[in-house]
């Protein structure tokens, strides 16, 4: 970490427990600007505790975080977007039973003064919500449609392009594509790329090491609560991180 | 009656369809069988308990839309009440027994709020403790007796006196027979309808019913939008329970018993989710027109007073059923 420029982001020594286990210990993670990390680990390795650290969602109980070589604090999730950190959830992000152009812009509404009264700017929002997900090429029929009304891809998408939408530096990706099927999870990584063409910095953690190797510059590997491997893509394949992932161990690379 | 092309389909997909098909056929029942039931005094009659059961009941559909209930709106309204013939009798201006009492309401409702979602209590229980706790403290002030009001009449004549009374109407004009509380109801209606649907708050609180790790992840604060909720739930409850002392101009220690469960059937006939995160003022107003017709109706047909309960049970379950499975 010996760079002339301080990376983007960089989280050093942190720690992290819930009662009796300690989810996190140490680890020191950095990313640097315009640049795919994929975060891999077995279950309950940390991953999703590191990024939940990130994003706002738990505080460490050690270590610091430095976003641009400023040190930041994230006492919220609102405090991480406000930041530029956004984070697509596997399972939680949208309302079901709210409308796509809602969800869209849930925690940042849109007002509109009238008379004195700040009232939601619906038009407005769901025309800009609309023409967001027509950038972006995903098609649905209406954006003021429920939610529960969508497929599992259609959600995930959704969740993407709200998450860029917003003009983020750090996109998270937690297990974006977990229930997806084949094509829906190829749709989800094209926007992840779209995204990085466009000069987000993106953390990708999956279970599918083959699916984050094809869209990562460098692979994080986390074993309980440590940080076990940090490898470019270059210097390493699929088949060798399957294999740290699995036996905890880095020998093979040595 | 499953045909897709009637508009009764998409009728029947508002979350208020239950309530209005069940007001409407009790407005039919009560017309055939009820002589005087279009009188002018009656109709007013049952706008009257619309007004007092659902000013509070806009409220606690805010509360439960977020995914909280709050079991304790009856013991608020009855201290309310009973705090305002108190102190109004004490020679208090009324008007300012009224802001008073409000804050008394409010305080109750943030002791709530801050139990459910700072401590952690389920609001089921901690709202049913807070419940029995009003209550017990209205038993202990009272001793069981009932009080006349002896203030000024300020606040009664805003809120609940007829404005025949207090304009010195002819009775043959339709507007003596309405109250300050028909409007106060309409007027609620208008800014929390307005207020759940139309602002940031209002989006909010559907999210924190709808899926509150969502709206936390958002940046929602969840706990506070739940704990104003409980707020603005003592305020109307407080609200209502200063209207019913207004118009009877007393007090008894058991007053609004029964109320809490009364306001959470309205507002679940009312197609609102037990759950959270769904629900609409309409759908409300139309549960609050339905229980407070059928309760004023079923005296108007002579049938016993206990018939009631049964009744608002019945539909109760009827508009769930209706709810769950014609949608």
């Known amino acids: 970490m010996s760079n002339e420029q301080s990376p983007l982001l960089e989280m050093t020594n942190i720690s992290k427990s819930f009662g009796k286990i300690q989810a996190l210990r140490n680890v020191t993670f950095a990313l640097n600007r315009k640049e795919v990390v994929g975060l891999v680990g077995d279950n309950g390795a940390g991953k999703s505790t590191l990024v939940k650290i990130l994003s706002g969602v738990h505080s460490p109980d050690q270590g610091e975080i430095y976003l641009e070589g400023k040190k930041v604090k994230f006492s919220s999730p609102a405090d991480a977007r406000a930041a530029g950190i956004e984070t697509v959830y596997q399972d939680i992000g949208l309302v079901n039973r709210m409308s796509i152009y809602r969800n869209f812009f849930l925690g940042r509404e849109e007002t509109r003064t009238i008379g004195f009264l700040p009232l939601l700017d619906l038009r407005s929002m769901q025309e800009k919500s609309k023409k967001a997900l027509d950038s972006l090429g995903i098609r649905i029929r209406s954006v003021t449609e429920d939610i529960s009304f969508l497929s599992g891809g259609e959600r995930q998408s959704i969740s993407v392009a709200r998450s860029t939408f917003f003009g983020g530096k750090i996109l998270i990706l937690d297990e974006p594509t977990m229930a997806l099927s084949v094509r829906e999870s190829k749709r989800i990584l094209e926007l992840v790329a779209h995204a990085r063409d466009r000069g987000v910095s993106i953390i990708f953690i999956t279970h599918n090491v083959y699916q984050v190797h094809e869209v990562a510059d460098r692979l994080v590997v986390l074993e309980r609560g440590q940080k076990i491997a940090d490898l470019l893509k270059k210097d390493s394949t699929p088949g060798q991180i399957i294999e740290i992932i699995a036996t905890g161990k880095v020998e093979r690379l040595k | ?327």
């Open chain 2, 1 to 327: 009656m499953r045909n897709k092309a009637l508009p009764l389909s998409a009728l029947r997909k508002l979350p208020e369809f239950g309530a209005l098909v069940g007001f409407l056929t009790f407005f039919v029942i009560f017309s055939a069988f009820g002589k005087s039931f279009f009188t002018l005094s009656n109709l007013s009659a049952i706008l009257t308990l619309s007004a007092e059961l659902g000013i509070l009941s806009v409220a606690v559909t805010l509360l439960m839309v977020s995914g909280e209930f709050d079991l304790s709106v009856s013991s608020v309204y009855a201290i309310c009440a009973l705090l305002f013939i108190d102190l109004g009798s004490a020679g208090i201006p009324s008007l300012f027994v009224f802001v008073l009492v409000l804050a008394v309401a409010a305080f109750i409702g943030l002791a709530n709020g801050v139990l459910t979602t700072v401590v952690g209590v389920p609001s089921f229980i901690a709202t049913l403790g807070m419940m029995m706790a009003v209550r017990g403290i209205i038993y202990i002030f009272t001793g069981g007796a009932a009080f006349a009001y002896k203030g000024d009449l300020v606040i009664p004549a805003l809120l609940s006196l007829r404005f025949g009374e207090t304009l010195r109407l002819s009775e043959t004009d339709p507007l003596a027979y309405l109250r300050p509380s028909h409007v106060w109801f309409l007027l609620f209606i208008i800014v929390f309808t307005v207020l759940l649907f139309r602002t940031r708050y209002g989006n909010h609180v559907i999210a924190t019913g709808g899926h509150p790790e969502t709206a936390r992840a958002m940046g929602v604060k969840t706990g506070r939008v739940k704990t104003i909720n409980f707020m603005i739930c003592g305020v109307m409850a407080g609200m209502s329970g200063i209207i019913i002392a207004g118009r009877f101009l007393m007090v008894s220690p058991t007053m609004g018993q029964g109320l809490e469960l009364e306001a959470i059937a309205a507002v679940v006939i009312g197609g609102t989710s037990l759950r959270g995160g769904h629900g609409t003022i309409a759908g409300t107003l139309f549960g609050v027109l339905l229980v407070s017709m059928v309760r004023g109706g079923l005296l108007m047909i002579g049938a016993p007073p206990y018939w009631y309960s049964g009744i608002v049970g019945l539909i109760l379950l009827f508009a769930t059923v209706i709810n769950l499975k014609m949608r």
